[in-house]
Each structure stands twice: as structure tokens, then as C-alpha cells.
């Protein structure tokens, strides 16, 4: 959808970092929480992060420590730094406005062993 438009990911080998963004349309950028979910093949989507319009970011057990969620106001994105990287965190990585159930088209994160 026109609302929520990513960009980022890659191939990185493990312990790299990667980066995604989810440029939000205006509207819908400061009122509502946003939240990254990642999918693999086979298995139903999974929660990863989420930021709060006040800023207050949360994220899964598995990713606790490694990924960072925040907003840039300048740019209208809210983005996922993801650092110390392994083979399991390879996904497809989707942005998502719960609020109205918007999703992002999703982008491919690999990280090799």
C-alpha cells in the first residue's frame, strides 16, 4: 500500500548489521504505532519490534539487544537498525500500521554463515 513504502535489507554475513526503513505517509506517521514483523518461508509472520507514538520502542526476545527501532521525523520513516546479525534472522522483513492494518511490501534481509 501507498502508505507505508520500505526500503534497506540485504546480504550481509553473520554478526553484520543492516538497516530498513518504512517511509510512513504523513497522516499516519505520528499517531500511530509502527511495528517491523519478519516471514519466512513456510512460517506465519512474526513480530520483531514496535515503536509507540510516544516513542516508547519494545522488541521481541530474539532480537532484544541487537535491534533498534526509532523514528526520523525529518525524513517520515521509522527504521530498524539491526546489528550482531545470524542465519536466523534471515527474513522478509514488513512494516506495519496495526492501527489500520497497512503493510509495507516487504524487504529481504539474508544473512549468511
Known amino acids: 500500500q501507498g502508505q507505508l513504502v520500505e526500503s534497506g535489507g540485504g546480504l550481509v554475513h553473520s554478526g553484520g548489521s543492516l538497516r530498513l526503513s518504512c517511509a510512513v505517509s504523513?497522516?499516519?506517521?505520528?499517531?500511530?504505532?509502527i511495528d517491523w514483523y519478519r516471514q519466512t518461508p513456510g512460517h506465519e509472520r512474526e513480530w520483531v519490534a514496535g515503536?509507540?507514538?510516544?516513542?516508547?520502542?519494545h522488541y521481541a526476545a530474539s532480537v532484544q539487544d541487537r535491534f533498534t527501532i526509532s523514528r526520523d521525523n525529518a525524513a517520515h520513516t521509522v527504521n530498524l537498525e539491526m546489528n550482531n546479525l545470524k542465519p536466523e534472522d534471515t527474513a522478509v522483513y514488513y512494516c506495519?500500521?496495526?492501527?489500520?492494518?497497512?503493510w509495507g511490501q516487504g524487504r529481504q534481509g539474508t544473512v549468511s554463515s
Open positions: 504523513g497522516e499516519y506517521f505520528t499517531m500511530n504505532s
Open positions: 506495519h500500521v496495526g492501527a489500520h492494518n497497512f
Open positions: 515503536l509507540t507514538p510516544s516513542d516508547w520502542p
